[in-house]
């Protein structure tokens, strides 16, 4: 079993709507989380970076982490066709800087 | 200013050939890492070096060899190169580890 999963997608949404993006881990003693963002031909760039449970919000973007169920969200509000990209969640596990990333979700924002 | 730059973009290469990719980093860091993302788009760890010293070396032939000359930078040699090796590899800098990654734009090694 991989230590976080998330659903490859694709999901295309019109331009406006609210998406949400999800994972899954599998180790308790995960405590920081990530979500990057991948355009094409680019490297993963940074979107959100929280600790332990809770909700972080930035603009139009939330991320919400419940430890309890061992799950992470991304919510992008008055989704945009810029926001068209690869989204990855990830979090660190075992070795210190060991960062295991989802399979990514590709995300189309249609005008 | 580039934060994380990777040399070269792009590089087709055939089977058997030695060839190496550069990585430097002006952000201060103390933690450099180099991945592998396939063709599948999975991103997955291969190094990390922690002010030039070797941290994590994941389940990696021996024929990939990181040197880090000083803390800015990390270089990834990979010799006797075959088809499984294509792939768009990956620099990152962190400021310790534990923290957040910031990433290259990549290197796409094609092997013919």
């Known amino acids: 079993q991989k230590e976080v999963e998330q659903d490859p997608g694709p999901l295309s949404v019109p331009e406006g709507a609210i998406v949400s993006l999800n994972c899954t881990y599998s180790?308790?003693?995960?405590?920081?989380f990530m979500w990057y963002r991948q355009y094409s031909r680019k490297g993963p760039e940074l979107l959100m970076y929280?600790?332990?449970?809770g909700n972080k919000e930035d603009g139009r973007f939330t991320a919400q982490v419940d430890k309890s169920s061992k799950y992470i969200s991304l919510f992008i509000r008055d989704s945009q066709p810029s926001d068209s990209a690869t989204y990855l969640c990830?979090?660190?596990?075992?070795?210190?800087?060991?960062?295991?990333f989802g399979k990514g979700t590709k995300l189309s924002v249609k005008p | 200013d580039t934060a994380v730059s990777q040399t070269p973009k792009y590089l087709v290469t055939q089977m058997g050939n030695d060839k190496s990719i550069k990585c430097e980093q002006n952000?201060?860091?103390?933690?450099m890492y180099w991945y592998k993302q396939d063709s599948k788009k999975f991103l997955k760890i291969m190094f990390s070096?922690?002010?030039?010293?070797?941290?994590i070396n994941e389940t990696v032939p021996n024929r990939f060899s990181p040197k880090s000359p000083d803390k800015a930078h990390l270089n990834l040699h990979i010799n006797s190169l075959e088809l499984g090796d294509s792939a768009v590899y990956f620099c990152?800098?962190?400021?310790?580890?534990?923290?957040?990654?910031?990433f290259g734009d990549g290197t796409r090694l094609s092997i013919l």
């Open positions: 180790n308790s003693a995960f405590q920081y």
């Open positions: 990830a979090s660190y596990g075992g070795s210190q800087g060991n960062l295991i």
């Open positions: 952000l201060g860091h103390d933690t």
């Open positions: 929280t600790y332990s449970s």
């Open positions: 990152a800098s962190s400021p310790d580890g534990n923290q957040p990654q910031h």
């Open positions: 070096y922690n002010n030039k010293e070797l941290i």
